[in-house]
Protein backbone atom coordinates (compact mmCIF):
# COMPACT_ATOMS: atom_id res chain seq x y z
CA UNK A 1 0.00 0.00 0.00
CA UNK A 2 0.98 3.17 -1.05
CA UNK A 3 2.54 5.86 1.31
CA UNK A 4 -0.98 8.55 1.51
CA UNK A 5 -0.57 11.84 0.66
CA UNK A 6 -0.23 14.29 2.60
CA UNK A 7 -2.92 16.56 4.23
CA UNK A 8 -3.42 20.21 3.72
CA UNK A 9 -1.67 21.04 6.40
CA UNK A 10 1.18 19.18 5.52
CA UNK A 11 1.61 16.52 7.62
CA UNK A 12 0.30 12.31 6.80
CA UNK A 13 -3.45 11.40 7.44
CA UNK A 14 -3.72 10.60 11.47
CA UNK A 15 -2.77 6.76 11.96
CA UNK A 16 0.13 4.57 11.59
CA UNK A 17 0.81 3.77 8.10
CA UNK A 18 2.97 0.87 6.64
CA UNK A 19 5.89 1.17 4.04
CA UNK A 20 9.08 -0.37 3.11
CA UNK A 21 12.16 2.08 3.61
CA UNK A 22 12.67 2.26 0.01
CA UNK A 23 9.13 3.72 -0.19
CA UNK A 24 10.07 5.98 2.65
CA UNK A 25 13.49 6.86 0.86
CA UNK A 26 11.48 7.52 -2.27
CA UNK A 27 8.92 9.87 -0.84
CA UNK A 28 10.85 11.74 1.65
CA UNK A 29 14.81 11.30 1.53
CA UNK A 30 15.24 13.17 -1.95
CA UNK A 31 16.61 16.23 -3.30
CA UNK A 32 13.96 19.69 -2.38
CA UNK A 33 15.92 22.69 -2.92
CA UNK A 34 18.68 21.26 -0.65
CA UNK A 35 20.38 18.37 -0.08
CA UNK A 36 18.32 17.77 4.29
CA UNK A 37 16.39 15.21 2.86
CA UNK A 38 19.13 13.13 1.69
CA UNK A 39 20.86 13.28 4.49
CA UNK A 40 18.69 12.72 6.90
CA UNK A 41 17.81 9.55 5.01
CA UNK A 42 21.12 8.03 4.56
CA UNK A 43 20.62 8.39 8.20
CA UNK A 44 17.91 6.57 8.83
CA UNK A 45 19.30 4.03 6.43
CA UNK A 46 22.38 3.14 8.32
CA UNK A 47 20.18 3.34 11.62
CA UNK A 48 17.38 1.01 10.47
CA UNK A 49 20.44 -1.59 8.89
CA UNK A 50 22.47 -1.66 12.28
CA UNK A 51 18.93 -2.34 14.36
CA UNK A 52 18.11 -4.83 11.97
CA UNK A 53 20.74 -6.91 12.98
CA UNK A 54 20.50 -6.63 16.39
CA UNK A 55 16.99 -9.00 16.03
CA UNK A 56 15.34 -7.23 18.58
CA UNK A 57 13.20 -5.44 16.78
CA UNK A 58 9.91 -5.95 14.75
CA UNK A 59 9.38 -2.19 13.58
CA UNK A 60 10.43 1.05 13.42
CA UNK A 61 8.04 3.97 13.31
CA UNK A 62 8.70 7.32 11.71
CA UNK A 63 8.23 10.94 12.66
CA UNK A 64 9.52 14.28 12.99
CA UNK A 65 9.30 16.61 10.32
CA UNK A 66 11.25 14.26 7.97
CA UNK A 67 7.62 12.80 6.82
CA UNK A 68 5.62 16.35 6.62
CA UNK A 69 5.55 18.49 3.71
CA UNK A 70 8.26 20.94 5.23
CA UNK A 71 11.62 21.52 2.21
CA UNK A 72 14.03 21.75 4.65
CA UNK A 73 13.20 19.13 7.53
CA UNK A 74 15.57 19.33 10.84
CA UNK A 75 14.92 15.77 12.15
CA UNK A 76 13.88 11.87 12.46
CA UNK A 77 11.90 11.33 15.24
CA UNK A 78 11.44 7.24 15.96
CA UNK A 79 10.13 4.76 17.90
CA UNK A 80 12.01 1.41 17.91
CA UNK A 81 9.02 -1.28 18.56
CA UNK A 82 10.61 -4.32 20.04
CA UNK A 83 9.45 -7.93 19.61
CA UNK A 84 7.05 -8.49 22.57
CA UNK A 85 8.75 -9.79 25.78
CA UNK A 86 11.62 -8.44 25.14
CA UNK A 87 14.34 -8.77 28.52
CA UNK A 88 15.46 -5.29 29.16
CA UNK A 89 17.58 -6.51 31.79
CA UNK A 90 19.60 -8.61 29.29
CA UNK A 91 23.32 -7.94 28.83
CA UNK A 92 23.49 -6.13 25.71
CA UNK A 93 26.61 -6.21 23.41
CA UNK A 94 27.96 -3.00 22.76
CA UNK A 95 26.30 -2.74 18.93
CA UNK A 96 23.07 -3.65 20.62
CA UNK A 97 23.42 -1.16 23.40
CA UNK A 98 24.37 1.52 20.17
CA UNK A 99 20.54 1.12 18.85
CA UNK A 100 18.69 0.92 22.47
CA UNK A 101 20.68 3.47 23.95
CA UNK A 102 18.73 7.44 23.42
CA UNK A 103 21.92 8.98 24.38
CA UNK A 104 23.84 6.53 21.60
CA UNK A 105 21.61 6.85 18.90
CA UNK A 106 21.70 10.66 19.24
CA UNK A 107 24.90 10.72 19.42
CA UNK A 108 26.08 8.29 16.61
CA UNK A 109 22.75 8.66 14.14
CA UNK A 110 21.94 12.46 14.86
CA UNK A 111 18.47 10.93 15.34
CA UNK A 112 15.90 10.96 18.50
CA UNK A 113 14.14 7.73 19.53
CA UNK A 114 11.63 6.36 22.38
CA UNK A 115 11.29 2.14 22.99
CA UNK A 116 8.34 0.54 22.95
CA UNK A 117 7.49 -3.36 23.49
CA UNK A 118 5.13 -4.88 20.59
CA UNK A 119 1.28 -4.45 21.43
CA UNK A 120 2.13 -2.43 24.47
CA UNK A 121 0.03 0.01 26.32
CA UNK A 122 3.43 2.09 26.28
CA UNK A 123 3.91 1.64 22.58
CA UNK A 124 0.61 2.88 22.26
CA UNK A 125 1.09 5.40 24.85
CA UNK A 126 3.96 6.78 22.41
CA UNK A 127 2.32 6.72 19.31
CA UNK A 128 -0.55 8.92 20.40
CA UNK A 129 2.07 11.43 21.50
CA UNK A 130 4.14 11.30 18.00
CA UNK A 131 0.59 12.13 16.59
CA UNK A 132 -0.11 15.43 18.41
CA UNK A 133 0.94 18.19 16.60
CA UNK A 134 2.57 20.80 18.49
CA UNK A 135 0.39 24.62 19.46
CA UNK A 136 -2.34 22.50 16.82
CA UNK A 137 -5.04 20.54 19.03
CA UNK A 138 -7.27 20.56 16.43
CA UNK A 139 -5.34 18.20 14.16
CA UNK A 140 -3.30 15.17 14.47
CA UNK A 141 -0.70 13.57 12.06
CA UNK A 142 0.11 10.35 10.82
CA UNK A 143 3.15 8.03 11.26
CA UNK A 144 5.26 5.71 9.04
CA UNK A 145 5.83 2.11 10.11
CA UNK A 146 8.51 0.07 8.52
CA UNK A 147 8.95 -3.56 9.45
CA UNK A 148 12.07 -5.50 9.70
Partial sequence: MPIPSLTAEGYLPDGVHDC??????ERF??????????R???RLEAFVQDA????????????GSFVTGTDAPNDIDLI???KSGHDFTAPTRP???N?????????LYRLDMLVGEEASAELER????FGQVRERNDIRKGLLRVRL
Fill in 40 to 42: LFR
Fill in 126 to 129: QIQF
Fill in 95 to 97: FEY
Fill in 80 to 82: LVL
Fill in 29 to 38: GVFQRSDVRC
Fill in 99 to 107: ILSRQQVRR
Fill in 52 to 63: AATGFLTAIIVD
Fill in 20 to 25: TLKELG
